[in-house]
């Protein structure tokens, strides 16, 4: 497609579809605010559905049904970007992208479905001399490694089943006890700290923003603060740049004193911390706005490192009351701005 198919009669951007928006209402709106954006969830009680243009329920990501209907849509839609925010269906869309063209902002198959199985993307990261923790299968010597450990699911999600282990012994227990293909992982000592990174089109990388991890709940961090740090910025767009990462990313690692930066988690996603790098990126350079061009053909340049530390944020819950048409009514439980900025 050419640039000038992208944009149609009216100058309109290309809409925006997001796919499992689940809680994300923060990332849907703010697209929602620059694009027409359509977003996808099977529960009608996926809050970010109602921050879209328009919502629907597309069929189970396993039924053959869900690429056509994404398909159909993305026609009918007028759709330049589908970006995914839940793990679930990043390599069905890369795999719809590689085989039917659909316009999926997502790394290639092959790096999606190495970077769902945390140990594919150890191998991985190994293999392209970046850091990781010594980790290992469970068919491993567990009485060779170094002490403690954490054994965690190979796909999991949301900080799910994930265990200290002290010893061998326990290490074994955890084993036999998670009910999922596990390994097991040098427990990292010192500050997490996360990566917020976007790639071009060609998997180059944009921008790569560091934060601090201050508390997580539920696999989402809640409070955090950008920081300047050059190491950082450097590995994430090493990272991006080695994967060729299309669209965003989110880079988990530790700084443990003995083993330096090591890579724990990366999630070819928005992640859970979308309003660290939307405070701290230049006017007109927040990563839903450089998408939003993206997908409208523009190329961007990269400006890795250019954004503003120094602002802690800290997130909390909102809601929506729906009718029995599963309609927002519009209510709020206190109308207005609080007391401050009144
Ligand atoms: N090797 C490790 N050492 C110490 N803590 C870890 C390690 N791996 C994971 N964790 C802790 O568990 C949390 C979730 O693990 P992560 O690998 O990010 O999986 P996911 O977010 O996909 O559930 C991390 O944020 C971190 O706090
Ligand atoms: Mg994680």
Not at 3 to 30: F, H, M, N, Q
Not at 141 to 152: E, F, R, T
Not at 238 to 253: C, E, F, H, K
């Amino acid at each position: 497609m050419s640039e000038a198919d992208l944009i149609d009669a009216d100058g309109e951007p290309p809409a925006i579809l997001l796919t499992g928006v689940g809680k994300r209402y923060d990332i849907v709106s703010c697209f929602a605010a620059l694009a027409r954006t359509v977003a996808a969830d099977p529960s009608p009680l996926a809050p970010a559905l109602y921050a879209a243009h328009v919502r629907l329920a597309p069929p189970p990501i396993a039924d053959p049904a869900y690429v056509p209907f994404l398909e159909e849509l993305c026609e009918r839609e007028r759709v330049g970007a589908i970006l995914p925010l839940t793990d679930l269906d990043i390599e069905l869309l890369a795999l719809a992208r590689e085989q039917r063209g659909l316009p999926s902002l997502v790394p290639s198959s092959e790096v999606a479905r190495a970077t769902y199985d945390k140990y594919e993307a150890h191998l991985l990261l190994t293999r392209l001399g970046l850091p990781s923790p010594p980790t290992v299968l469970p068919a491993a010597d567990l009485s060779a490694l170094h002490y403690p450990v954490m054994v965690k699911p190979r796909r999991g999600s949301g900080a799910r089943s994930i265990h200290l282990a002290r010893t061998r012994a326990e290490a074994e227990f955890f084993v036999s006890y998670i009910e999922e293909p596990v390994m097991v992982q040098r427990a990292m000592q010192g500050p997490e700290l996360s990566i917020d990174c976007l790639g071009d089109m060609d998997g180059r990388c944009l921008n790569a923003i560091p934060r601090t991890m201050l508390e997580s709940r539920g696999g989402e961090s809640i409070k955090g603060c950008v920081i300047d740090d050059r190491e950082l910025i450097e590995l994430g767009a090493r990272v991006m740049d080695s994967l060729r990462v299309r669209g965003p990313a989110t880079i988990q690692v530790f700084r443990d004193p003995e083993l330096g930066l090591a890579i724990t988690d990366v999630n070819t996603r928005f992640g859970g911390a979308f309003p660290g790098p939307a405070y701290a990126t230049d006017p007109g350079m927040s990563y839903p706005e450089l998408i939003v061009q993206m997908a409208a053909g523009e190329p961007i340049e990269p400006h890795v490192g250019r954004f503003t530390p120094g602002h802690p944020f800290t997130r909390y819950y909102w809601q929506l009351e729906l009718d029995e048409q599963m309609r927002p009514t519009g209510r709020e439980i206190v109308p207005g701005d609080p007391p401050e900025r009144r």
